[in-house]
């Protein structure tokens, strides 16, 4: 659950602050995904991806502290505001996308789960970030390896190696840049 919250002590500071549900707090894998998302997030500043602020753990709970964009996903944008993007708007914008995930790529990171609900977009319809490296994995990261032949990600957008349930890299992000 994503929660919007305003700081105590700091005027104007407000973040998002993402929350492994309690009764998922007894599921040591969940709560593994959760730190690695943690872990991923905390080595990735750039423009175009959501930051993460802090991480908290407690007998309560779990918290990602975030960096809060206004904006809304690129799907419910398109559907409720524009339509479809013009060309010499939709470049821009699918260039920001683009050195997000270059940005990532280039740290070993693969996402696993790019699809419309994942990038965010301003009201000006200048600026995108992505987010939810939830599922996201480092190259060569054998703890967040999937059981063979298991999928993992939102099946209209996977690639069909991460359909196949095969080892992933780079392309198929790409594959899924594509798709949405």
């Known amino acids: 659950t994503v929660y919007l919250a305003s700081h105590t002590k700091i005027p104007n500071r407000v973040s998002a602050i993402k929350v492994l549900k309690s009764n998922f707090l007894q599921n040591e894998n969940l709560k593994n995904r959760f730190r690695r998302e943690m872990e ?38 398109l559907k409720n505001k524009i339509g479809v993007f013009p060309e010499d708007k939709a470049l821009p914008l699918m260039i920001q996308i683009l050195k997000a995930f270059s940005f990532a790529h280039n740290k070993g990171i693969v996402h696993r789960d790019i699809k419309p609900g994942n990038i965010l977009i301003n009201q000006e319809a200048n600026q995108v970030k992505v987010l939810d ?6 190259k060569d990261d054998s703890s967040m390896q999937t059981k063979s032949g298991a999928q993992i990600g939102t099946v209209f957008y996977m690639s069909p190696e991460q359909v196949h349930g095969k080892e992933l890299d780079a392309r198929s992000d790409i594959y899924a840049l594509g798709v949405t």
């Open 40 to 77: 991923i997030m905390a080595g990735m500043t750039h423009e175009n991806i959501v930051k993460l602020e802090q991480f908290d753990e407690d007998d309560l709970g779990m918290y990602l502290i975030m960096e809060y964009f206004k904006g809304v996903e690129i799907d419910d944008y």
């Open 133 to 138: 490296f939830g599922i996201a994995k480092m």
